[in-house]
Structures are given as structure tokens and as C-alpha cells.
């Protein structure tokens, strides 16, 4: 039992178990944890923006059905889903501002293409009774909701990871450990509700 106990492997291992809940005691997993939750919010916005990019073709190709001379604006919202497709950001490239305005304008140009686009649908009301056009419009009613909840829990999870980076204790683990984690950025809610889509079921007779 003496010669196991003095082995360095054992030792180390040792060292290890006694030292593990310290570190966690003292906010030492606080950063790394609020870091994933981050990433992981994320990952979920991506996931509604992509879903919303997946209704645009088939919404495009009712509206043209009915109104087809409405070139400009059909147009207009297919080069937006094109720019905002381009435009993606992997989780772990999160922390280039650059990357992520492009990002949210994107996104925010394509949101106010589409809410052109379905304030067209006033002017036809066989496109406004369509049942196709109608699903279409709850599934994007749904997507726009969807996604306002993405942005406000990757909004909220973003404050909790930046917070940690510049309040104790987890500041001292930021300065001399994790030296590499920089704050993250978050939406500009003003802007991206300035360009949401309208979708309107109250007028559809």
C-alpha cells in the first residue's frame, strides 16, 4: 500500500480529487459553463432563422401564383434569403462583432423583405384565402415567434457568460485561466423589431 501511495500517477490523482471540489466551490467552472449555455442559445437561434429560411421558396412560388407582377418584391425577398443564408455563424466563431452584425443585418433585411412581401398579399384575395398561403403564414407566424424566444434566452445566457467575465470570483479564473474567453455580443433588439414580419390573420376574408 506505501509503494501505490508513492507513485506519482496516484498521487496526482489524488491531488486531483481534493482539489476538484475547490475549484468548483470557488467559481472555477462558472465561466466554462456559462460559456456553453451561451453557445448552446445559439445554436437554437440558428436553428429558427434556418427554419425561417426554409419557408421563404415555397412562400415565394404561392405568392407569384397569384401575383406574379409583383416581380420587385418577390425579388427583393429572394436576394435577401440569399445574403442571410450566406452570412452563418458557428458557435465557436461567436465572439467576432464583425461577423455578427453582418449577421443580424442580414437577418434584419430579410425579415423586412418578407413583411413587404405579405403586406402585398392584401391587395389578392384569392392569395389571402389560399390554403396553402395560409399555412404558410401560420408556419412563419410560428417561426417569428419561435425565434424572438431564441434571441431573448441566447440574450439572456450572454449576459450571465459576459457578467462572469468581469465579477468575482470567476474574474480571477478569467484573468489568469481562461485568458482566451472574450464577451460575447448580443442582438440589438430595437433594430431586429423594426424589420420582424407582420403576419396578420385577422383580415384574411
Known amino acids: 500500500m506505501t509503494a501505490i501511495l508513492r507513485q506519482p500517477a496516484f498521487r496526482a490523482v489524488l491531488l486531483l480529487l481534493l482539489v476538484a471540489?475547490?475549484?468548483s466551490a470557488c467559481?472555477?467552472?462558472t465561466i466554462p459553463?456559462?460559456?456553453e449555455r451561451a453557445r448552446a442559445a445559439w445554436s437554437e437561434v440558428l436553428n429558427q432563422y434556418q427554419r425561417r429560411a426554409d419557408l421563404i421558396p415555397n412562400l415565394v412560388e404561392t405568392v407569384k401564383g397569384f401575383a406574379a407582377q409583383e416581380k420587385e418584391v418577390l425579388t427583393a425577398v429572394v436576394e435577401a434569403r440569399a445574403k442571410a443564408t450566406q452570412v452563418q455563424i458557428p458557435a465557436e466563431a461567436l465572439a467576432d462583432p464583425e461577423k455578427f452584425k453582418a449577421f443580424q443585418e442580414g437577418q434584419a433585411a430579410l425579415g423586412g423583405a418578407l413583411?413587404?412581401?405579405l403586406a402585398v398579399s392584401e391587395a389578392y384575395?384569392?392569395?389571402k384565402s389560399n390554403q396553402n398561403f395560409l399555412?404558410?403564414?401560420a408556419q412563419l407566424e410560428g417561426t417569428e415567434n419561435r425565434i424572438a424566444v431564441a434571441r431573448r434566452d441566447y440574450i439572456e445566457a450572454v449576459r450571465i457568460y459576459n457578467t462572469a467575465l468581469k465579477t468575482l470570483p470567476s474574474l480571477l479564473w478569467a484573468k489568469f485561466w481562461f485568458t482566451d474567453n472574450a464577451?460575447?455580443?448580443v442582438f440589438t433588439i430595437e433594430e431586429e423589431k423594426k424589420d420582424a414580419p407582420k403576419v396578420d390573420f385577422n383580415n384574411n376574408g
Open 183 to 185: 464577451p460575447l455580443p
Open 135 to 137: 399555412a404558410l403564414q
Open 125 to 127: 384575395p384569392d392569395l
Open 115 to 117: 413583411a413587404r412581401l
Open 33 to 35: 459553463t456559462a460559456e
Open 21 to 23: 471540489p475547490l475549484l
Open 27 to 29: 467559481g472555477f467552472n
